[in-house]
């Protein structure tokens, strides 16, 4: 199969919403917006470039992050972030300066070193999705300017992750949340999220001024459809979340990463 039927019969709408929805279901198992499941589904199956994928999975990232902060309201109310406003301001500090940092970085890489370093960041991606996710909250880690610079030095290095990846950071921002300032994991991952939007809006700017920008107007019906598969995926995982264990889920999302790594490394 050459290159152009490949690409017309992988990018047809059933298979990009439901692409979509199974990501945003397994997203939604665990509290993310699933773009670390999302990202090499777009560069192995729908044979995006690197770059392109990249600025497609934020584009999606937003669009999830957006709606995902609502959905969560009834758990976790606006005034109950709000009440928290020291803690994003602490991570946004750092958060912010990363991501623009990052998406330029991104944008200057050559296309097999930058297919390496997502690679290398899945598999960072999976070590702590097993290790930190279910960490109980409760105590701070740090407390004071020792809790203030660790935060913004946290925040960098997040919003560094999130534009290289096109994702909303929540795999690093949740543990971060929850071992550093003592949040339980619901507040995490709402403020995760609060953390999350204005980042990527930060790294999706410093995009918009790369020519690769353009895959969104070229693909915006791909780029809807798969949206919506994964706000519905990222529902239905949510419906789902007290069915299956995370003694079972994270060991097995943790091993997809690292196939998915192994896969986005060989396109180098």
Known sequence: MNEATKTSTTRNPPATFGAGAVIGTLGGLIGLGGAEFRL??????????????????KAM???VVATALPFRASTVPFVTIADHW??????LAGSLLGAWFGAGWATRLKS??????????????????VFGHDAAGGEQLLTGVAQLIAGVIAGFIIGIVASLLGVA??????????LLFGADIKLAGSLSLAVSLPTMLVGFTRYSRDQSFSVLGRNKAFLMVMAAGSVVGSFIGGMLLGVVSSAILLP???VILLISAVKVWRHA
């Not at 392109?52 to 999975?57: D, G, M, P, R, Y």
């Not at 020291?86 to 991570?91: A, W, Y």
């Not at 390496?116 to 070590?127: E, S």
């Open 169 to 178: 950071g929540g795999e690093l921002l949740i543990p971060t949340l929850v």
């Open 40 to 57: 090499p589904l777009l560069i192995g199956l729908f044979n995006f470039a690197a770059l392109e994928a990249v600025i497609l999975n």
């Open 61 to 63: 990232s937003l669009i």
């Open 86 to 91: 020291p803690i994003v301001m602490n991570l």
């Open 112 to 129: 097999e070193t930058l297919y390496k370093v997502i690679a290398c960041m899945l598999v960072a991606i999976a070590i702590v999705l």
């Open 252 to 254: 097995a999302l943790a």
